[in-house]
């Protein structure tokens, strides 16, 4: 703890992204106060996946505290929350297609809000009975519509994979060869890869080789330990050196910090930052 509170204010060599909760026990429950406290501990990037959710008055109140305090806004979820099992990218429903879209336009203020360049975007449900081929071929094309109306406000989608094995069965995009090679065939600034390295652990492994073979398509981070979805340091991957790797890569992107506290209570949220202060140590 007292290494903790040493390290003050002192920044950390990559981006680290807290969101809302992550700190909740030492800092209380004001939004705006967990902002604070993250800041005067060396954070200056922050996410929060359901941003587009609350009150445009409460995306306002977040977004002047984060100006005020230095802190960059990392991704919100454009398109994902609550469509997980619909075939809306890999399908052909013209309607579900139609929606997708329009999510993502709608995103375009909540982003402009909050001063988020990034939004995250899961592209829905597998089709069993389609071949891979297919699927891939209209989620690019869908994803191009997307990227369309994204590109004029230079705003960005990151596609995120998520693990089949422990979190997410029955996804479409689960691999960064896969989402490489959809970023690939749509083929604009407005649509690059979210990384996961918790997803991609338990997905495919082979961390750091996927990173560099994917890295001009990598625009956005994001961490968590295996087993246990929690900080660095409690599983089986090594980010001390994988957080050394993005460094000496030169990413100053952000590293969305998308995991809960292996322990409860204050102590557990300082036990998160002690974490990073590790892993940042190399
Ligand atoms: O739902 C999850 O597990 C995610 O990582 C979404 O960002």
Redesign the pocket.
Known sequence: QSTTQDAGTKPFRLRYAPHFGLFRNAAGNDLVAQLEFAAAQGFRDWED?TMHKRPVEEQTRIAAAMERLGIRMG?F?AY?VGS?DKRSFTGSDKKLREEAVAEVRASVEVAKRVNAKWM?V?PGAFSIDVEEGYQTARCIDLLRRCAEVLEPHDLVMVL?P??WWK??AGLFLRKIPQAYEICRGVDSPACKI?F?V??QQIQEGNLIPNIDLAWDEIAYF?VGDNPG?NEPGTGEINYRNVFKHLHTRGFDGVVGM?HGASRGGKEGDLAVIEAYRTADAF
Do not use: A, S
């Open positions: 996946n991704v979820v994902g997980f995250t899961v995120e998520l693990n979190n997410h979210l996961d918790y997803h994001q979805r998308e």
